[in-house]
């Protein structure tokens, strides 16, 4: 299976919503001079979901050989409304996350 059907099984599975692939986009996210994320973005317009016409799309290795792809998906919802502002809101919720993680221990 190319990455782009799986992807698109993960947005029909994740959305229950019809994704079809409509560009590729590089994306670098620096934060004070550091470069934190680099990498592709994929554009997917959708049919069937209730708040969405577009969603964003990657995956990336993970430490956990349990799940080693983490696979993550933002909806086209403002103020996520271009790839670069989808990996913006990735980064904060996984902040977000990580952090509630180190609080529970």
């Known amino acids: 299976m ?3 059907h799986e992807l698109r099984d ?3 599975k994740l959305h229950r919503a019809k994704a ?3 560009q590729s986009v590089s994306v670098t996210e620096t934060f004070q001079g550091q470069t934190v994320w680099d990498g592709v973005v994929e554009v997917f317009d959708l049919t ?3 708040k969405a016409n577009r969603i964003y799309a990657w995956a990336h290795l993970t430490d956990d050989p349990k799940q080693p792809k983490r696979f993550v ?3 086209h919802i403002p103020p996520v409304v ?5 990996v913006r809101a990735a980064i904060v919720q996984e902040s977000r996350e990580r ?3 180190s609080k529970e221990n």
Request: glycine content about 8%; cysteine-free; proline content about 9%.
């Open 48 to 50: 069937g979901h209730p």
């Open 99 to 101: 952090r509630g993680r």
């Open 2 to 4: 190319s990455y782009i």
């Open 20 to 22: 079809h692939h409509i």
């Open 10 to 12: 993960v947005i029909h």
């Open 73 to 75: 998906t933002v909806l």
């Open 82 to 86: 271009s790839p670069q502002t989808a």
